[in-house]
């Protein structure tokens, strides 16, 4: 059963305003998302973008669920609602049941350092820490004993392929070595979830390709709860158990990737996957 379930969401980003302006401004707006008007007329109206509107999702556990969709759509919004950082207008986002919205900070805190955990296409790696102390230091923050993060750390870099540059410092890393380190440290965390919002996209097209076969490899072991955000259909494709394809904030078709390719629901979807060059079966 899902752990993780976003219920009905719609959410707005309002021009920056203050107190009843603002309230005024994202009450109309939501009522024109009601009425079934575009974004764009909601945008002309009102200065509010609508940047996801009625999304319903169960996350499937232990698998890779792959969000895509052009630029614009609504995937990042999306994923980061995913740990909070991001909250809806209106609806829910529940984690067994409970929504996360009404979590004080501190029980935020604690829920995403033990449930969820987060790789970002920039790496957000300490310039200043080596690499050992970066893979360690979500664990540390989470206040695991310091000698059982280094070892995780230490069993992650293996795993990841980078051992031997523990003692380097990210600026003398290339890209795709940063990604991985990035991914050894969320892995090292050891998380139930782990969203990646486009990680992959900065490198080149060699390097992104070995990455994603690493993913696949740990992930066999591993069956993570994975949630990623990606606007190659390709890379969707080949990672997705699960893929959810977005237009204008709303979820265009939700499946297995052989049934986007083999059913796609309209010619939006249809030209989406049209573009892969990877084989799907099934
Ligand atoms: N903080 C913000 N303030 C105002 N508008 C925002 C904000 N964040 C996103 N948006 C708008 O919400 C919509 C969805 O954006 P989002 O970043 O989720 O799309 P995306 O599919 O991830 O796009 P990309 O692939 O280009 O990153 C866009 O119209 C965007 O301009």
């Not at 067994?96 to 790696?125: N, T």
């Not at 390709?209 to 696949?216: F, I, K, M, V």
Request: proline content about 3%.
């Amino acid at each position: 059963m899902s752990r993780i379930v976003l219920n009905d969401i719609t959410t707005l980003f309002a021009p920056r305003g203050k107190g009843a302006r603002s309230k005024r401004v994202a009450d109309r707006a939501l009522a024109m998302a009601d009425a079934g008007e575009t974004r764009e007329a909601i945008f002309t109206a009102t200065g509010a973008t609508l940047a996801l509107r009625n999304v319903s999702l169960a996350i499937a556990p232990g698998q890779i669920t792959a969000i895509m969709g052009l630029s614009g759509s609504g995937k990042s919004t999306l994923i980061r609602h995913l740990n909070r950082l991001i909250s809806p207008s209106r609806g829910q986002v529940l984690w067994d049941g409970a929504d996360i919205l009404s979590f004080s900070e501190k029980q935020l805190q604690d829920w995403r350092r033990h449930h969820v955990s987060m790789v970002f296409q920039g790496f957000g790696l300490l310039p200043h820490r080596n690499v050992l102390d970066n893979v360690a230091f979500g664990c540390r923050l989470r206040g695991d004993k310091p000698a059982d993060c280094l070892s995780a750390a230490r069993h992650w870099l293996d795993r990841v392929g980078l051992a031997s540059h523990a003692q380097s410092y990210p600026d003398e890393l290339s890209g795709g070595m940063r990604q991985r380190v990035g991914l050894a440290r969320a892995l090292a965390v050891d998380t139930e979830v782990l969203l990646m919002d486009e990680a992959f996209s900065a490198l080149d097209p060699l390097i992104r390709h070995e990455l994603q076969d690493q993913l696949l490899e740990l992930q066999a072991s591993l069956n993570k709860t994975i949630v990623l955000v990606t606007h190659d259909v390709d890379e969707a494709l080949r990672l997705g158990q699960e893929i959810v394809l977005l237009r204008d904030g709303e979820i265009v078709q939700h499946g297995a990737p052989a049934e986007l390719v083999q059913h796609p629901v309209d010619d939006y979807t249809r030209r989406f996957v049209q573009q892969r060059q990877v084989v799907v079966t099934g």
